[in-house]
């Protein structure tokens, strides 16, 4: 908390002392809604991978998601623009592979949960500055895990409004609630679940992130975008429901180091062709010091079929190596320092493909002038992990101006 | 590893440096494929939730707009 409230001074300082330099020239305009986004979302997972059961065991998982971000935007009266985000987001999922943390019972910690987080985000364009400037507070909440973060953000114009560099801070403070599997609970020590007065224990998670970026309009139809976002986390990183089997048979829980650093390198091109193809592209790079490296490349491609119709293809690949503790089930050594059989990081290329379909009629959408658009998608996804896991994803989205 | 972050900056660096030199001074009034939503240089709204899947299940996360912390993602 203390950090928090050191990051929000220094914010507010900067803030005031921009204002202090500045002459009113333009009359201060009411906060207006400026858009509104919902956002819908239904997932699916089926595997046999699941890290729970200690390598095997069912991956499935429905996961239902909304989310619904409201942006309220006024001018100062030196004509800068302040944009007011609030953004609440709900997941509900039901989880085969958590319903073993407990199997016994019928009151499992965690075999369907819902997932809170809501943000408040404030940001400042200044034009004549040619800089924005932004503070953002996150919380999110979990059965087992609860979130507090905050980002701060600025960015610079070029003269030619051709060039953008943005810098990012940010910070997430997290505690777990230690759960462990039923049969590995010291005498004494609690389920985790409601009604169970019997004590657990709470360890600490924190993250803390840098992203510089910088965007690039290269002609009157390609622009570029380069980012860097090292991350550094520390506390409890393993998952204190994994099991593991040991090769003599003998089970614990996961283990991992206490520290990871991690080192993304992302690149967008998109380019606009004739008047009806858009070509996104992304690929990231990825390395951190647990021995994992990655590769991540995305195209979707964009096609106006009409001026308000849109219909969008995609195909995304990744491929990332194992990190240096994974093992599958039954195949660490009771010598090992760490120890994981968490598929989510071993080795394995995954694939997503599908296509997505953006209406936005001049009249509005259903002839209501304020529904802007509506976009519906649909993905699948492949992993080879492992026996393999797939997953499929629709997404619908209606955004109001 | 920081031998590997040094070389990658360096590289990143290079190819900023060729790619902006080609680059040419793009008038307001010029933009109208450059300002197209679907030009926008960031993940679209509606793979809000893709991000999110991709960050639990596969270990690789950040550098694409989404989010690199908070939340456990253990299921």
């Not at chain 1, 985000?121 to 059965?143: F, L, P």
């Not at chain 1, 953000?153 to 403070?173: H, I, W, Y």
């Not at chain 1, 990825?286 to 995609?314: C, R």
């Amino acid at each position: 908390m203390k950090k928090i409230c050191l990051s929000v001074g220094l914010l507010l300082s900067l803030w005031r002392a921009g204002q202090a330099q500045q002459t009113p020239t333009y009359e201060k305009r009411k906060l207006q809604v400026a858009e509104v986004n919902l956002v819908s979302s239904y997932y699916e997972q089926g595997g046999q991978n699941s890290a729970v059961t200690g390598g095997i065991g069912s991956e499935y998982l429905r996961d239902y998601a909304q989310s619904f971000d409201l942006v309220l935007k006024t001018t100062d009266r030196r004509n800068r623009e302040h944009s007011l985000v609030f953004d609440f987001n709900l997941d509900h999922y039901t989880s085969a592979s958590s319903d073993q943390i407990d199997p016994l019972t019928v009151s499992s910690a965690s075999r369907s949960d819902t997932h809170i987080y809501p943000s408040i985000s404030w940001s400042m364009r200044d034009d004549a500055r040619r800089t924005t400037k932004g503070i953002s507070v996150a919380y999110s909440t979990e059965y087992d895990y609860k979130s507090y973060g905050v980002n701060l953000n600025f960015s610079k114009l070029s003269a030619d409004n051709n060039r953008e560099f943005s810098v990012k801070a940010g910070a997430f403070f997290d505690t777990w609630t230690v759960i462990l599997p039923a049969e590995l609970r010291p005498e004494g020590y609690g389920s985790g679940a409601h009604g169970d007065r019997d004590p657990v224990d709470y360890k600490p998670r924190n993250s803390y992130n840098l992203g510089l970026s910088l965007s690039q309009v290269i002609n009157k139809r390609l622009q570029a975008f380069f980012t860097i976002e090292p991350a550094f986390q520390q506390g409890l990183l393993s998952t204190p429901f994994h099991r593991i089997y040991f090769s003599d048979g003998s089970e614990t829980v996961e283990r991992l180091p206490g520290s990871r650093f991690k080192l993304p390198l992302g690149m967008r091109l998109h380019y606009f062709l004739g008047d009806r193809f858009i070509f996104r592209t992304f690929y990231r790079y990825y390395l951190d010091d647990w021995g994992m490296k990655a590769h991540t490349v995305n195209l979707e491609m964009p096609v106006k079929l009409t001026s308000f119709i849109s219909l969008s293809p995609f195909y995304r690949y990744s491929n990332q190596t194992a990190v240096r503790y994974f093992a599958p089930y039954g195949q660490h050594a009771t010598t090992d320092r760490y120890y994981t059989s968490d598929y989510d990081i071993s080795g394995f290329h995954s694939q997503f493909f599908g296509m997505g379909i953006r209406l936005a009629p001049p009249g509005g959408v259903l002839g209501i002038g304020h529904w802007q658009s509506v976009e519906l998608r649909y993905g699948r996804y492949d992993r080879s992990a492992g026996l393999g896991m797939q997953a499929n994803s629709l997404t619908f989205l209606a955004k109001f101006k | 590893m920081m031998k590997r972050i040094a070389c990658l900056t360096l590289l990143t660096m290079s190819l900023l440096g060729a790619g902006l030199s080609g680059c040419v001074s793009v008038k307001e009034y010029q933009k109208s494929r450059i300002n197209d939503a679907d030009m926008e240089l960031s993940a679209r709204k509606s793979e809000k939730f893709e991000q999110n899947f991709y960050l639990y299940r596969e270990g690789a996360a950040g550098a694409n707009g989404g989010k690199s912390g908070g939340g456990c993602g253990c299921n």
